[in-house]
């Protein structure tokens, strides 16, 4: 049950260390087969507050038949976020896994590109709600059914609203991937 971590520059360290976490616990500790391969443009991708990660492949390199799921964090706009989680190749990478009926795990503002994908075109989805909700109101010129929810779940498709949602969505995401059984193993190894 192996998840493909996809990180655009600027993505939020928290956000993105959850899922590594988790998955982490899981196999480490239980033996559960949930591997994670992060991806990126570039070998290295710059997070927000600029925390240099080296990634496993590029997004030339993946092969959407390889994975069972997504997962992306948010990130900055002010570190460059928007700039390759718009790209095409970022968008084209959503609709292939979508297209497979994978599961796709976003966290904050990682909604966005998504609904700038089609993907969420008619469906519900959330995203940043804080600071007059504009991230919202941008997920909602995409066509979507924005609810002001921490975690929303439509078909394959995981959205949060912020940062405090990220382990509540990477446990979702174990959840769907192993067993309610086996992620309550792990919550509560974990403390949560």
Same mark, same amino acid.
């Given at each position: 049950m192996?998840?493909?971590?996809?990180?655009?520059?600027?993505?939020?360290?928290?956000?993105?260390?959850?899922f590594v976490d988790v998955m982490g616990w899981a196999r480490n500790d239980y033996g559960y087969d949930v591997p994670v391969v992060t991806c990126g443009f570039q070998k290295e991708?710059?997070?927000? =507050?600029?925390?240099? /990660?080296?990634?496993d492949k590029t997004i030339e390199e993946v092969d959407v038949n390889?994975?069972? $799921?997504?997962?992306?964090p948010g990130g900055f706009e002010e570190y460059g976020f928007?700039?390759?989680?718009y790209d095409e190749? =970022?968008?084209?990478? /959503?609709r292939e896994f979508d297209k497979k009926d994978k599961i796709i795990a976003t966290i904050c503002v $990682?909604?966005?590109?998504?609904?700038?994908?089609g993907v969420l075109k008619g469906r519900k989805a959330t995203t940043y709600h804080l600071r007059d909700a504009y991230r919202q109101k941008q997920?909602?010129?995409?066509?979507?059914?924005?609810?002001?929810?921490p975690i929303v779940v439509d078909k394959n498709v995981i959205t949060s609203y912020c940062p405090e949602t990220a382990s509540g969505v990477a446990?979702?995401?174990?959840?769907?991937?192993?067993?309610?059984?086996?992620?309550?193993?792990v919550k509560k190894a974990m403390g949560f």
């Amino acid at each position: 049950m192996k998840t493909l971590l996809l990180l655009a520059k600027g993505f939020e360290t928290m956000e993105f260390s959850v899922f590594v976490d988790v998955m982490g616990w899981a196999r480490n500790d239980y033996g559960y087969d949930v591997p994670v391969v992060t991806c990126g443009f570039q070998k290295e991708v710059v997070s927000s =507050f600029n925390i240099p /990660i080296l990634v496993d492949k590029t997004i030339e390199e993946v092969d959407v038949n390889d994975y069972d $799921a997504l997962a992306i964090p948010g990130g900055f706009e002010e570190y460059g976020f928007y700039e390759e989680a718009y790209d095409e190749r =970022f968008l084209n990478l /959503i609709r292939e896994f979508d297209k497979k009926d994978k599961i796709i795990a976003t966290i904050c503002v $990682a909604a966005l590109p998504v609904g700038k994908s089609g993907v969420l075109k008619g469906r519900k989805a959330t995203t940043y709600h804080l600071r007059d909700a504009y991230r919202q109101k941008q997920l909602k010129e995409f066509g979507v059914d924005v609810v002001n929810e921490p975690i929303v779940v439509d078909k394959n498709v995981i959205t949060s609203y912020c940062p405090e949602t990220a382990s509540g969505v990477a446990f979702l995401l174990l959840e769907k991937l192993t067993s309610t059984e086996q992620m309550d193993i792990v919550k509560k190894a974990m403390g949560f």
